[in-house]
């Protein structure tokens, strides 16, 4: 069982169209990070974020800390095949021990 | 690229043996992490070193070990194979020993197991 859920597992677009991947946990968390992973490659960091209810951009890329920091959303804006990945996110609890959720694996097809 | 380098990019051997997956940390770094990516079980934490010290434990085996040296590089130990720990091992190095951390990977092994 995943401490954290990701969802959904799979989501193939076409580019140009928006989209949004969730995490989900039962347990607070003192930061949470996003991570993208290509085939083949380590997981590279895209964002961390820390206070609840943050909200954080990276160009089309938009991160945000629920208000309970249980759970964070990674919203995508005209996506593009660029962007295919597999999207981690990660807790930290406080005594530095952190998750990974399972990820979602995106295809963004042109 | 993270920094961080693994040796080796891949490894094949078979059931019962033992090896030894080495990873350098960015300069500067005092935290290694191990981590096992499976295609079932996505990416698992193994252990935490922070200079030289174990600092945290998650899913790994006992079959499985790991050290980190006085000049920082650490290396996995994974004895008595079987066929299930064949993966993606990933390294992963940080500044910060607690608290929030952003962790840099490396590229990889990939250990195969027949």
């Known amino acids: 069982t995943q401490l954290l859920e990701q969802s959904p597992q799979f989501l193939s677009i076409q580019e140009g169209e928006n989209l949004t991947v969730y995490c989900n946990s039962s347990?607070?968390?003192?930061?949470l990070q996003w991570y993208r992973q290509e085939p083949g490659e380590g997981p590279v960091l895209l964002v961390t974020?820390?206070?609840?209810?943050e909200v954080k951009k990276l160009k089309r890329l938009t991160f945000q800390f629920g208000d309970a920091r249980k759970d964070s959303s990674l919203h995508i804006t005209a996506a593009q095949p660029g962007d295919t990945g597999l999207y981690l996110c990660?807790?930290?609890?406080?005594?530095?021990?952190?998750?990974f959720g399972a990820g979602t694996r995106l295809t963004v097809k042109p | 690229d993270s920094g961080v380098t693994q040796t080796p990019k891949h490894l094949i051997t078979a059931t019962g043996q033992r090896v030894t997956l080495r990873c350098s940390p960015r300069?500067?770094?005092?935290?290694v992490y191990w981590y096992q990516q499976s295609l079932d079980q996505g990416l698992q934490f193994l252990i935490q070193?922070?200079?030289?010290?174990?600092?945290a434990k998650g899913n790994i085996l006992e079959r499985f070990s790991a050290q980190q040296f006085p000049d920082l590089h650490s290396e996995l130990n994974l004895s008595s194979l079987e066929l299930g720990d064949s993966a993606l091992y990933f390294c992963?190095?940080?500044?910060?020993?607690?608290?929030?951390?952003?962790?840099?990977f490396g590229p990889g092994t990939r250990l195969t197991v027949l």
């Open positions: 990660a807790g930290a609890s406080g005594n530095n021990d952190m998750r």
């Open positions: 347990s607070v968390f003192s930061s």
């Open positions: 974020v820390v206070t609840g209810g």
């Open positions: 070193y922070y200079n030289g010290e174990e600092r």
């Open positions: 992963a190095s940080s500044s910060a020993g607690v608290g929030y951390n952003e962790q840099f």
């Open positions: 300069s500067g770094d005092l935290s």
